[in-house]
Nanobody, 124 residues
Framework: QVQLVESGVGLVQAGGSLRRSCATS????????MGWFRQAPGTQREFVAA???????YYAASVKGRFIISRDNGKNTVDLQMNSLKPEDTSVYSC??????????????????WGQGTLVTVSS
């Protein structure tokens, strides 16, 4: 069983930066594609970013140029650096594991394992 635990500070003013880290255990991290999703109250979960096991990067249009996803295969972690944050970025952010050959990286149901999610609040 693969477990994911997110960490990071959750409150920042608009224009500021935050970093989210996701630590995984179980399984073989180097083989996984990893993604970040977010869900604000009353909205559907949306794709934020993904990084494949061969380090191809994918971003939602709403965060491209502001957010950076990275991975450390030695530490079994995937990070999300969030810059130039806006109040509309306020959401619960979750990391997830996408197994190879599981379809689109931007589609949440294609992910197998999920972290518990942590709140990011951007004040105006």
């Amino acid at each position: 069983q693969v477990q994911l635990v997110e960490s990071g500070v959750g409150l920042v003013q608009a224009g500021g930066s935050l970093r989210r880290s996701c630590a995984t255990s179980g399984g073989t991290f180097i083989n996984y594609n990893m993604g970040w999703f977010r869900q604000a109250p009353g909205t559907q979960r949306e794709f934020v970013a993904a990084i494949t096991h061969y380090v191809a990067l994918y971003y939602a249009a709403s965060v491209k140029g502001r957010f950076i996803i990275s991975r450390d295969n030695g530490k079994n972690t995937v990070d999300l650096q969030m810059n130039s944050l806006k109040p509309e970025d306020t959401s619960v952010y979750s990391c997830a594991v996408h197994l190879p050959a599981s379809g689109s990286y931007t589609y949440g149901p294609n992910y197998k394992y999920w972290g518990q999610g942590t709140l990011v609040t951007v004040s105006s």
